[in-house]
């Protein structure tokens, strides 16, 4: 026959809180957050369950007059736990004073050298006193783990909130969760972005698995944690692309000066550098176009002009309408507007299908775009 050995309440409680040890070093490891900051929440957490516990107690047990209940809410009680062996002690401490008013908090040099008598003491000193919790060990587990479980919580959204919100206005690579609705969720780790519909190229189709870089546009603080929502229609998402294929870009050799971007369809980028000999459209699209259709094949085959910036107005539209040619630009600055003028056969390519080639560069340049042929101008003249 099996022999049933009965252990003793502190047996129990010190079982329970190396338990509790063993799951604070998973926890670190597993959800990043510091050994420290997880002992002093236990502590935290293990204070109030010994204040309610002894709240309920009256007389010599309480540390207070009989019948009076203001131990719970003193602030001279503390726990220390060990980080090795997970055993916990409660402490209360007291100020030696020359006249007491908190029976609960304070002692005379009198009282303190009658509770303390093998200490030199003088009054300014704080005492400690080691509190018996014979029978406690148990019920402040229990009460313990429930405010562990809630602050743990509360600690990694804080966790994760400073580390994704230090990931705004950056590229991150996810992987394709499920569709909801109309929105793709987006794994990113530890954490699930929402591409809503509104920030999807469209036409473009996701499946499950699928690896996908999105621009973090927001990351909101909830009660039910981060929200972080992404974009694959955002222009900076065309300015980081860039940045990671162009080393000049990336060095600040070459400035990307203005961009407009009608996603899944056509992006226009101004381009300056700052060395004269460094040639900034030659430098983004790469020796055969290598550079600038690695960012068109990560946004599926959106199209990409790159021109040259100025701080001529009327340089930077003749450039903006590209790959149209442009006879004439009158700039009216009051009015922020270009009357172009472009040989009879360029007319269609300059305004571009349904007018995008135009509105593209309207939109970089910020000049409202008029835009006639040779042919159309002379007959105003």
């Known amino acids: 026959m099996k022999k049933?050995?009965?252990?003793?309440?502190?047996?129990?409680?010190?079982?329970?809180?190396?338990?509790?040890?063993?799951?604070?070093?998973?926890?670190?490891?597993?959800?990043?957050?510091?050994?420290e900051v997880l002992l002093k929440i236990v502590e935290d957490s293990l204070l109030q369950a010994c204040k309610v516990q002894f709240a309920k107690k009256t007389g010599e047990e309480m540390y207070q007059p009989a019948g009076k209940v203001q131990y719970a809410n003193c602030d001279n009680i503390r726990v220390h736990i060990d980080p090795?062996?997970?055993?916990?002690?409660?402490?209360?401490?007291?100020?030696?004073?020359?006249?007491?008013?908190?029976?609960?908090?304070?002692?005379?040099?009198?009282?303190?050298?009658?509770?303390?008598p093998l200490r030199e003491i003088q009054v300014g000193d704080v005492l400690s006193e080691e509190v018996e919790t014979k029978g406690f060990g148990r019920i402040a587990a229990g009460q313990a783990k429930q405010q562990i479980v809630?602050?743990?919580?509360?600690?990694?959204?804080?966790?994760?909130?400073?580390?994704?919100?230090?990931?705004?206005?950056?590229?991150?690579?996810?992987?394709?969760?499920?569709?909801?609705?109309?929105?793709?969720?987006?794994?990113?780790?530890?954490?699930?972005?929402?591409?809503?519909?509104?920030?999807?190229?469209?036409?473009?189709?996701?499946?499950?698995?699928?690896?996908?870089?999105?621009?973090?546009?927001?990351?909101k603080d909830t009660t039910k944690g981060p929200r972080v929502i992404v974009s694959r229609?955002?222009?900076?998402?065309?300015?980081r692309f860039f940045e990671n294929e162009v080393s000049e870009v990336a060095d600040g050799t070459v400035e990307i000066k203005a961009l407009s971007r009608e996603a899944g369809k056509r992006t226009k980028m101004a381009v300056y550098s700052n060395d004269p000999k460094v040639d900034p459209v030659g430098a983004c699209v790469?020796?055969?176009?290598?550079?600038?259709?690695?960012?068109?094949e990560e946004l599926n085959g959106e199209k990409i002009d790159v021109i040259n910036w100025s701080d001529d107005p009327a340089h930077l539209i003749a450039n903006a309408l590209s790959p149209a040619e442009v006879l004439n630009v009158e700039v009216i600055e009051e009015e922020r507007l270009a009357n172009v003028i472009v040989p009879d056969d360029q007319l269609t390519l300059a305004i571009g299908s349904k007018g995008q080639n135009a509105r593209l560069a309207a939109r970089l340049t910020g000049y409202k775009i008029d835009i006639k042929s040779e042919s159309q101008a002379a007959e105003l003249m």
């Open 286 to 296: 790469g020796v055969n176009g290598s550079r600038v259709n690695a960012v068109v």
């Open 233 to 239: 229609t955002h222009p900076e998402l065309v300015k």
């Open 4 to 35: 049933v050995v009965k252990k003793s309440a502190e047996e129990l409680k010190n079982e329970d809180f190396k338990e509790l040890i063993t799951a604070i070093d998973l926890i670190e490891k597993e959800r990043d957050i510091d050994k």
């Open 84 to 116: 090795v062996t997970g055993e916990y002690k409660v402490f209360r401490d007291f100020t030696v004073v020359d006249e007491v008013l908190d029976e609960a908090c304070e002692l005379t040099l009198e009282q303190a050298q009658a509770k303390f």
């Open 150 to 219: 809630q602050k743990l919580r509360e600690k990694e959204r804080e966790v994760l909130f400073r580390t994704y919100s230090g990931m705004e206005k950056e590229v991150v690579t996810g992987i394709v969760q499920k569709y909801t609705k109309n929105n793709v969720i987006i794994s990113l780790d530890k954490i699930d972005a929402s591409l809503i519909s509104t920030e999807q190229i469209p036409g473009e189709v996701f499946h499950t698995g699928d690896r996908v870089k999105v621009y973090v546009v927001e990351v």
